[in-house]
């Protein structure tokens, strides 16, 4: 009975907790184990790393490990990462509602549009020599995408490519995606305000 109740009191960042089923941090669930504890992390550590992860929090019935493995077990593809930035825009919650598992190159995507970004210009944008530069990184790499006279001018062009190539990721990916993350990066529209 003492080894039951010690599955439920959160152990995990004060608020995650093993629970009591079929999941455990053995070696058959590290995977999901580990995802699991990295979210705990992101949210409730004491120190957390990334600016991105303020303010976010995990939903409850997320705090126990069983929860989340059965969501992992029932919506994990191979080789793609769980995001929680896709299906709804600037989301803080980490919930079955709210995450989705996707290929890396997409989660990228999305990360990096959420770098520090300069107090006067928008995302994608960046001066040079009293020019705006538009921007935009793909596979790790910087491309650049013009030189524009106004900021308007160099985010648009931004917001062209960057909904662009969403669009193309979601075509490429269709038959590997949910028809909700399909559907999502589709209707995707960047913002000055991103």
């Known amino acids: ?3 039951k109740i010690n599955l439920l009191i959160p152990t995990y960042f004060k608020i995650g907790y093993l629970g009591i089923g079929k999941y455990n941090s053995s070696k058959k669930f590290r995977n999901c184990f580990q995802i699991w504890r990295s979210i705990l992390e992101r949210c409730y550590s004491d120190d957390i790393k990334y600016h991105t992860y303020v303010d976010c929090t995990v939903d409850e019935k997320w705090h126990n490990f069983q929860n989340f493995a059965e969501w992992y077990f029932n919506n994990h593809v191979i080789d793609f990462q769980l995001s929680k930035n896709i299906l709804f825009k600037n989301n803080k919650i980490y919930s079955e509602e709210t995450c989705c598992f996707v290929p890396q190159q997409i ?5 990096n549009s959420k770098n520090k970004k300069s107090d006067e210009c928008p995302v994608g944008v960046s001066i040079n020599k009293k020019k705006y530069l538009a921007k935009i ?7 650049n995408l013009g030189t524009f006279d106004t900021i308007e001018k160099a985010f648009n062009t931004y917001k062209t490519y960057k909904e662009g190539y969403i669009k193309l990721l979601a075509f490429n990916w269709e038959y590997k995606i949910t028809e909700k993350v399909f559907n999502a990066l589709n209707n995707y529209v960047v913002e000055i305000t991103d």
């Open 1 to 3: 009975m003492t080894q």
């Open 107 to 111: 989660v990228l995507l999305f990360n």
């Open 137 to 143: 990184c793909i596979k790790n790499k910087i491309v």
